[in-house]
């Protein structure tokens, strides 16, 4: 099971004069409208400053507003964290043109309409320009989300008439496509607990909707594709805080180094063959959190992790399925297969740099919280970080999103290598990332200003009578 996203029913809007079947009436300074929605539409600076006109038609046509659930979400599990709205792959709207039925979506004047994305992805204005901020506002649409992310209303207004294909129908209806869609970001924890004890070449935990694969980074296997324990397997056991894992024994010791990958596709499991490796897609994150459950040493030694965040795919973006996981040109037999580093595909990804780091000791308590290097956490030249001064139940949460850069900074593999001192890892905790997207905007309708009048025909006075 997943998180799924469903829309309940239609909501349209008529652009007839005049209040028409379930439209809601508001006024030329848009009150009927939320707040929220009202006080952003009415704040539009520039180009997109509605005028007068454009404010009248929006009055004359009124709006369009739905139930408090008309988006609900059935989080599975996950804790939701944000709903907006967005495109096909979840991804803000930056002037995506709307396409109706093959051709481009216009106003009456013959101008194509565009989506751009604001208020943190809860408010969509459709424009008439492909640039943030010039051109018309034609419409808005408005994602009103309950405080628990679970569900939403939706609220509609022109500012012009759109141009509807069918001119033989009065009453024509148009729809917004599914280029406009609803996406979910919640947050998943990954644990060990459903694992059984022992030596493995991979395991993979979470469900098939949204994982994580976790191997060593020197896997080897033999001519059949089983595990050879020449090279790294993944210990699982259930010591420390609940089941937990390490590389080649039930810790990480100093130098041993873990590979984990944010997958859809991959059923949950333990696996000594290769070829059972078979997801199907990544799933990119902007932060994740390791949990560290137990650790090993003298009560001096400063326990240390070094954590690298990639995107996967190197030379190909491409998923790795079956042994393409280890190696980029990996032969279908022979011995040791895997055992050339220089190959190997886990090691060609693409690095992505930690921009902060946030440590929290074992009972929650905040440890630091930095963008640059201090006691606790070194910011590396190559974008990894380490972390030190770490104990049983700290955790250490890593970002790579930049919000000083306008692009999201995202990863979908980590790397986490043992330092100084031996511990085991009990959990991987994703905050955001984990999207699910549902099409909305093939429910959002708004029908023609019919009817229309045929041409007049001819009225003769016959006037003999009149002489």
Known sequence: ?????????????????????????????????????????NGLTGDLQLSAGQLSFADDVEAAVSGA???????????????????????????DQVIYNGSPLQTINGENIYFHSYANGTIVLATTSATEGAGDVVAAFYLNVAGDNLSASIEMVTFEAIAHPDSTNSNDSIDWTNLLNVSSTGSLSFNFDGLASGNNLFVAVGTSGAGMVVSGIHPVIQADGTLDNSGDNIKTSQGGIGATIGVNNQMFDPGETAVFSFVKGQAPGTYNDIDNMSYTDFIDVTDATLFISQTEGSPGTNFTVK???????????????GRSYIDNDLPDAGPDLGNDAGDSALLDDTAVDIVRVVIKDG?????????????FVTFNADGTITAQHLNDAYTVQWFTDDTGTQALETFNRFQATAVVGKFDVGRVDLSQGVTVTE??????????????VSANTAVQLDDDALT
Do not use: C, H, R, Y
């Open 1 to 41: 099971m997943t998180t799924t996203i469903d829309i309940n029913g239609t909501l349209t809007l008529d652009q007839s004069s005049g209040s028409q079947g379930d439209d809601t009436a508001i006024t030329s300074d848009l009150t009927g409208l939320s707040t929220t929605f009202k006080d952003f539409l």
């Open 363 to 375: 009972n929650g308590q905040l440890v630091t919280d930095t963008t640059v290097t201090n006691s």
């Open 439 to 452: 099409s909305v905007g093939d429910k959002l309708a708004t029908n023609d200003d019919g009817p229309t």
């Open 69 to 95: 659930g008309f988006v609900t979400v059935n989080p599975d599990g996950a804790t939701i964290s944000k709903l907006f709205f967005s495109d096909s792959s979840g991804n803000a709207f930056d002037g």
């Open 307 to 321: 954590i690298g965040a990639f995107s996967a795919g190197g030379a190909s973006t491409n998923p790795e399925s």
